[in-house]
């Protein structure tokens, strides 16, 4: 009996933590809804001067809400922005970049809409394609058509349409997610040495047998998630990573990492060899120029 009660209290003390490691390396993803617009389209006749388009933007990031994610409101940020004092309303071709960059969210989708209304019922089709905010990687889509109904309730020809594949959308947004946390973000390093510069790649600038590069190698894959950072080589000029792994969230902190930390303690580094270096970022690539 004594035998019986120990293994039964071995398990019960097991089961929360067989939970916890099966789901360790799930990490829900944070999401954002999009309009999406056409080349020369404004924005605005979306969010202030579509309300049927509006209705059906709120009703997907509703149908995320109601299955648990954490979502950002893409709407609630444009009218926060429009009413800025600063915020110039003839010039807004970056403002949903300028958003999605800084909404915090994971995952922006972007969803299509397009609203049908026929004397044989009305009808929505949402195709939605979901994309990594951080590196701009295509994680996933899905389209979905309502099929005609005589009402006037977009909202509910939205929610018949984003039901449709649901499962097997969420499941491969899910699916690609995980791999991104498991095995990091993959972004591309670009270094360069100015034309006037009195540095190559193939100085030793330590007086230790290493050039340059082979310093900027090492560095890498110590500093690389996973130590993953891969390159097709270089000249005494340049030198490329086209995938370097950065990790998800900061090991340290466990606040979401992103590809500006990762450039600052790089080029920290560079500083402390005794370079002059200058950077641009553009989406998921790094460049780095020394001077």
């Known amino acids: ?14 089961s929360p933590l ?63 922005i429009s009413n800025q004092a600063a915020f110039n309303r003839n010039n ?17 989708i972007v969803a299509e809409i397009e609203i049908l209304k026929r004397s044989d019922g009305n009808s929505v089709n949402i195709i939605l394609n979901a ?8 994680l996933a889509n899905k389209t979905g058509n309502s099929g005609k109904f005589y009402t006037d309730n977009y909202s509910k020809l939205a929610d018949v349409a984003i039901k449709k594949n649901m499962d097997t959308f969420l499941n491969t947004l899910q699916s690609k997610f995980n791999d991104i946390v498991n095995n990091g973000r993959s972004i591309r390093i670009e270094i360069g040495v100015d034309d006037g510069s009195d540095v190559t790649l193939d100085d030793d600038i330590k007086n230790n047998g290493d050039f340059l590069s082979d310093l900027i190698m090492d560095w ?17 000029k340049s030198l490329i990573f086209d995938d370097v792994r950065i990790p998800v969230f900061d090991p340290q902190t466990h606040k979401n990492y992103n590809i500006r930390t990762f450039a600052n303690s790089f080029r920290k580094y560079l500083s402390s060899l005794g370079l002059t270096v200058k950077q641009n970022i553009n989406g998921s690539q790094l460049y780095i120029s020394i001077q």
């Open 92 to 108: 807004q071709a970056d403002i949903t970049s300028d958003i999605i960059a800084n909404s915090g969210a994971d995952i922006y």
């Open 131 to 138: 994309y990594d905010t951080y590196t701009g990687v295509s």
């Open 220 to 236: 890498m894959e110590k500093n690389a998630y996973k130590n993953y950072a891969h390159s097709p080589g270089g000249n005494d």
């Open 1 to 14: 009996m004594k035998q019986i009660i120990k293994l039964s209290l071995i398990l019960v003390f097991l």
């Open 18 to 80: 067989l939970s916890f490691a099966q789901n360790v390396n799930t990490v829900q993803p944070s999401i954002m809804v999009v309009p999406f617009t056409k080349e020369g389209e404004d924005i605005r006749e979306i969010i202030e001067g579509d309300v049927n388009k509006r209705t059906v933007l709120t009703a997907i990031k509703e149908a995320f809400d109601s299955r648990g994610f954490s979502t950002y409101d893409f709407i609630g940020k444009y009218k926060a």
